[in-house]
């Protein structure tokens, strides 16, 4: 288990009530995951705790072993001096360069790689930027709402095109969906308000792959669960 | 742009002009104080040559004084926009040196230094560095988190890649600020010339001023307003190439 969270306590700065309070979770077995919350429950904030981006918290963070840890989130630009495929290859390390081209062809952004990050439309931006965070070299990547703006299906296609390539990776996708992370997250770690114990909840989900039919009952019931746990 | 700059200096110099004209004749004085339409055209046929080269040496000196402040502001600034104990103390120097007027100083400088062009040239960049130099801090040092933070965490950034990505987040304030203190090299050239110096329009202003001859500082007040608004407009057209060229070159389709 690369991460485990014990006992996190944490309050911004200036504000009355905590955001985590005795939290304890373990993220980052290989497979796709899902931190899943109400808004302004702190899953961004604690996926910054996970990848080293924010301290000053009480508690620990544990790696058990060497772990290159990504964040990505929605909001972020490329830099408009270069057009998206330019930068791609420029940021991509020599030995994944190879994947750039599927990536960028199963991701749908064939025809974006001539054009200024500035031009794309805000689906396509969050699909170039989640691309090359694909094409590092990491253990595991954290995804904040790194497919908000992207139509249901192509959003499937990405999700379903992640899983088969980076089997032995480890991802932790932030969404707002319960239809989604109960469908493809093999583990779902429901984040609740502070006054809540334990304030987070894990659920299995149904970890779906691509071809394989789900039960819809199933899926409802991984679904109610989610909302009833959140 | 050049056109532009040039019309409206000329309105506003006309409007000047007639407001002077109108002082004349509300207060009726006299010739001497204020010179008639007449005068000024024998003068301007009498002293235009001699007043256009001294403008243009005053420019060149101005523009040369511009460049090594624009260095200067840009290599201080890049220290400056540090958060450790060095950036501390430039920020908190430039600040406190920028409160200084350079104009106090500039006797000393001619006293050390002679009154020859060096003088005029240190002066010149002195008055336009801090105004530039407080801008770029503040323009360096401000972060652009949702660019770096993929440079940040992959670890790819590099002082240079920090410089580059804010410089042109910020390329169209930074250009602004180039071209508002182009002005003020131009000032601070023509107040050095004033005091000290033994060239330039402003050393001309001066000889005018003795002789108080007033329309003597009006040719050179129009010869100066023409020559800052080409220099302004070459600056801006400078910075909308910089812009568009560096700007859209990842926007082809």
């Known amino acids: ?230 | 742009m050049l056109h532009k700059r040039i019309y409206q200096f000329v309105i506003v110099y006309f409007i000047g002009l007639a407001f002077l004209f109108a002082v004349k004749g509300i207060f009726n004085l006299s010739d001497y104080v204020i010179p008639g339409l007449s005068d000024i055209y024998i003068t301007v046929t009498r002293v235009f040559t001699r007043y256009f080269f001294d403008v243009l040496n005053t420019l060149s000196v101005a523009i040369v004084g511009h460049v090594i402040s624009i260095a200067m502001a840009t290599a201080v600034g890049i220290i400056g926009r540090l958060s450790n104990w060095m950036g501390s103390l430039i920020r908190t120097a430039a600040f406190n040196i920028q409160a200084y007027p350079i104009v106090a100083v500039a006797p000393m400088i001619f006293i050390l230094m002679g009154d020859g062009l060096s003088s005029r040239l240190l002066i010149a960049a002195m008055i336009c560095y801090f105004p530039l130099l407080l801008s770029f801090i503040g323009i360096l040092s401000e972060p652009i988190t949702d660019i770096e933070h993929f440079y940040v965490h992959s670890g790819r950034m590099r002082w240079q890649l920090e410089v580059k990505i804010r410089a042109f987040e910020n390329m169209n304030k930074l250009i602004t600020v180039v071209a508002g203190s182009a002005t003020l090299a131009m000032v601070g050239t023509i107040v050095s010339e004033f005091i000290g110096a033994s060239a330039g329009i402003g050393y001309s202003i001066r000889i005018a001023l003795y002789q108080s001859d007033l329309s003597k500082i009006l040719v050179a007040l129009f010869l100066i307003g023409i020559f800052t608004s080409l220099y302004l407009a070459l600056l801006e057209l400078l910075g909308s190439t910089v812009s568009r060229n560096w700007g859209t070159h990842g926007e082809k389709q």
């Open chain 1, 1 to 230: 288990m690369p991460v485990e969270c014990k006992n996190i306590n944490y309050k911004y700065p200036g504000s009355q009530f905590p955001v985590f309070s005795n939290l304890s979770c373990r993220v980052g077995m290989p497979g796709f995951h899902a931190l899943f919350g109400q808004s302004g429950v702190g899953k961004s904030t604690l996926a910054r705790m996970i990848a080293g981006q924010l301290n000053g918290f009480a508690g620990e963070i544990k790696r058990h072993e060497p772990v290159k840890i990504f964040y990505s989130y929605n909001l972020e630009r490329l830099p408009g001096w270069s057009d998206v495929g330019e930068h791609i290859v420029k940021v991509t390390p020599e030995a994944n360069k190879h994947r750039i081209d599927e990536i960028i062809e199963s991701f749908g952004l064939s025809a974006c790689a001539g054009s200024g990050f500035s031009r794309l439309s805000l689906g396509q931006r969050n699909r170039v930027n989640l691309a090359r965070y694909l094409l590092q070299d990491f253990d595991l990547l954290i995804m904040d709402e790194s497919l908000a703006n992207v139509d249901e299906a192509t959003r499937e296609q990405i999700i379903y095109k992640i899983k088969d390539m980076f089997p032995q990776k480890s991802f932790l996708y932030i969404s707002h969906s319960v239809a989604e992370v109960s469908k493809f997250c093999r583990n779902i770690l429901v984040l609740r308000d502070y006054s809540k114990a334990p304030q987070i909840a894990a659920i299995d989900g149904r970890d779906n792959l691509k071809g394989k039919d789900i039960v819809k009952k199933e899926l409802e019931e991984t679904m109610l669960e989610i909302v009833n746990a959140s």
